[in-house]
């Protein structure tokens, strides 16, 4: 693309040569010859370090947000670096998302399962569908490995232009909103499913926390339709947020006024009243929390123009997304769930949906994720504690924290097990559980996980099959 053409986007005043631009990018590591290179000021680094080194590697002009003199290419200083690149990527892939129909989800929990519900109606109405999410990227039904639960701008953009499917489907993070990788797109729908305590070492506090995911609406289209989950105290206060802008906005929950309530959950059926009529809701998943999921999911594809029926006839042929409440049935009666649960309520939900489905005893276990959010550990402990009737505390990912003082923190959060290997941990729990126990483990899912007894498998998932495809125990093998 022209350079001076593509640097209009930013409005530079700046004269520059008449030049192809090969590429973007944001890493010097991977310049290559007549690219453009974006300095961001990240976490771990400071782009406007390496900028020599992006020029030394072909970069043929400069972005940035410090003052840097006497470069020997063209550099453009701009107020803030990541909404350059956002605007730039965009003018670069052709402003992809101009002619998409985009769904962004955002929210603490459901984002994932929400994005699958939906995709799964609508590939059943006839629809194509690509999908941005945590579990991976599915573009025109080839699907990638994502880095980020929502991609940064430069992949975004990307996705948005290789995409020939009809509607996109993406999971907005709190860290892509505050990041600005959402910047350069408008959305079609916007969905708000909840939100509890994470991510607070990023956002200092729930009401920064809530802004920051409020910022995805002020991107609805006027003509966009927001979707929120007013059942709890953050939705209620999005709605009268919104309450003045010109897209529509349609809640679900237990008032008069939502367009869908929710009336009664019991375990695989439940019953919501959408325009006036009562309809069964049956879904092959557990977990009262899907309900909530399928009916975000029932109200964007009814938007969409799904008739009723054919959205529930979809719902109850769900079967689930990869490590979220995936359960296992082990030949001595033991049900063994894995799911993705990162967050006291999370928690409350998977423990809750146990007892509600006559488990004997609930062994739960879990790890707290180092160098993350640590201001939640006390209340997902308690309610583990509260919940579960032995809580078994084990490693999740260290983040360079280093074991021995995570170990410690365990330790000190629980007078009970603390077995540091996972894989061991999770055996512990299946040892001990009998005939309608329970067996709960929560936070990896579907994610690799090393373990030193990894054997076959790398994820709690895998591990689970794996130890109940030989009915064994790992150190029986070892
Ligand atoms: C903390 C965080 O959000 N980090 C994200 C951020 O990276 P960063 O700004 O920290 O980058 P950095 O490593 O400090 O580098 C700064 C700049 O220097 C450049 N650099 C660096 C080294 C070098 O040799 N040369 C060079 O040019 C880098 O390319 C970069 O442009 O920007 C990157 C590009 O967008 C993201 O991939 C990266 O996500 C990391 C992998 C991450 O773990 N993020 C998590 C916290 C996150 O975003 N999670 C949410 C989901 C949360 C949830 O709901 O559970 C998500 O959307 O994924
Ligand atoms: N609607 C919901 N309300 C509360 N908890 C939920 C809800 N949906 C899912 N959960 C819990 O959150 C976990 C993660 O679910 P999911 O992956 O769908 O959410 P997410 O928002 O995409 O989270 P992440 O970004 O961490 O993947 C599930 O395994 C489950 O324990």
């Not at 310049?31 to 080194?53: P, R, T």
């Not at 629809?127 to 880095?147: A, E």
Request: with cysteine; glycine share 8%.
């Amino acid at each position: 693309m022209n350079l001076q053409k593509l640097l209009q986007t930013i409005r530079t005043q700046i004269s520059l040569p008449d030049r192809i631009i090969h590429n973007i990018t944001t890493n010097s590591q991977s310049v290559e010859k007549n690219d453009l290179f974006i300095a961001i000021k990240g976490y771990s680094f400071n782009g406007h370090d390496f900028i020599n080194q992006a020029i030394e590697a072909g970069a043929v002009c400069i972005i940035g947000e410090e003052d840097i003199q006497e470069l020997p290419v063209p550099y453009i200083k701009v107020p803030n670096s990541r909404i350059a690149l956002s605007e730039l990527a965009s003018a670069f892939y052709g402003n992809p998302a101009k002619d998409k129909k985009i769904i962004g989800i955002t929210g603490t929990n459901g984002k994932t399962t929400t994005a699958y519900m939906i995709k799964h109606i609508l590939e059943n109405a006839g629809h194509t569908c690509s999908m941005f999410g945590s579990v991976n990227t599915i573009i025109n039904g080839d699907t990638y490995p994502s880095l980020n639960t929502t991609p940064d701008a430069l992949n975004l953009q990307k996705h948005l232009a290789i995409s020939n499917d009809e509607f996109i489907i993406m999971e907005v993070s709190s860290h892509g909103i505050a990041q600005g990788r959402i910047h350069g797109i408008t959305f079609d729908f916007g969905l708000f499913t909840n939100l509890d305590h994470d991510h607070l070492d990023y956002h200092g506090d729930m009401e920064g926390y809530f802004l920051t995911k409020a910022k995805m609406f002020e991107k609805l289209k006027d003509n966009g339709c927001a979707i929120i989950n007013n059942d709890n105290a953050w939705g209620e206060k999005l709605s009268g947020m919104l309450q003045s802008c010109a897209f529509s906005f349609i809640t679900l929950g237990n008032k008069e006024n939502d367009e869908l309530t929710i009336n009664k959950i019991t375990p695989g059926f439940s019953e919501i009243s959408y325009k006036g009529r009562n309809l069964p809701l049956q879904l092959a998943i557990l977990g009262q929390h899907n309900t909530y999921n399928a009916a975000m999911a029932f109200l964007t594809a009814s938007q969409i123009g799904v008739p009723v029926q054919q959205i529930m006839k979809s719902l109850r042929t769900f079967s689930g997304v990869p490590g979220r409440f995936e359960v296992f049935r082990r030949s001595n009666g033991t049900t063994v769930v894995v799911d993705y649960a990162h967050t006291a309520e999370a928690f409350s939900n998977c423990l809750t949906t146990a007892k509600t489905q006559g488990a004997g005893k609930v062994f739960h276990v879990f790890g707290f994720r180092g160098d993350r959010d640590a201001s939640k550990r006390n209340k997902m402990i308690t309610i583990s504690k509260k919940l579960a009737d032995e809580t078994i505390l084990t490693l999740d990912d260290l983040n360079g924290v280093p074991p021995a003082a995570m170990l410690q923190e365990l330790k000190e959060w629980n007078e009970g097990q603390v077995i540091s290997d996972r894989t061991l941990a999770i055996q512990y729990a299946l040892e001990k559980a009998k005939e309608n126990d329970w067996v709960i483990i929560t936070g990896k899912g579907h994610e690799p996980y090393h373990s030193k007894f990894t054997l076959p498998a790398n994820s709690d998932k895998e591990t689970v099959e794996y130890i109940l495809q030989t009915d064994n125990i790992y150190n029986k093998t070892l």
